[in-house]
Nanobody
Framework: QVQLVESGGGLVQAGDSLRLSCQAS????????MAWFRQAPGKEREGVAA????????TYAESVKERFTISRDNAKNMLYLQMNSLKPEDTAVYYC??????????????WGQGTQVIVSS
């Protein structure tokens, strides 16, 4: 497993931007796919975006396409989520997740503690 610590959440207004960060430690970060999930109050956790081990492959939920960008810096063991044009429906706790394999088609074996994002209208 890898230890994951998210940061960068906060309270913003609709239309604003925010960048979430996730610091990884405990194993070779660069070998594993990573992802961002979110969970809104009263809703199930959902996948937001995922990225392969080297960043060559990414995927996004339809609701965030063209607004969010996932990226990683393997030299720094960091995962990022750039969120633009935020909407009130983006309000949720955002979680960083690590996959067991190099691609995001495999199982997840690590979770961060989450960071709260609140978007006011």
């Amino acid at each position: 497993q890898v230890q994951l610590v998210e940061s960068g959440g906060g309270l913003v207004q609709a239309g604003d931007s925010l960048r979430l960060s996730c610091q990884a430690s405990g194993r070779t970060f660069s070998r594993n796919a990573m992802a961002w999930f979110r969970q809104a109050p009263g809703k199930e956790r959902e996948g937001v975006a995922a990225i392969s081990w080297n960043g060559d492959s990414t995927t996004y939920a339809e609701s965030v396409k063209e607004r969010f960008t996932i990226s990683r810096d393997n030299a720094k063991n960091m995962l990022y989520l750039q969120m633009n044009s935020l909407k009130p429906e983006d309000t949720a706790v955002y979680y960083c997740a690590g996959y067991y394999n190099s691609h995001y088609s495999g199982p997840i074996d690590s979770w961060g503690q989450g960071t709260q994002v609140i978007v006011s209208s």
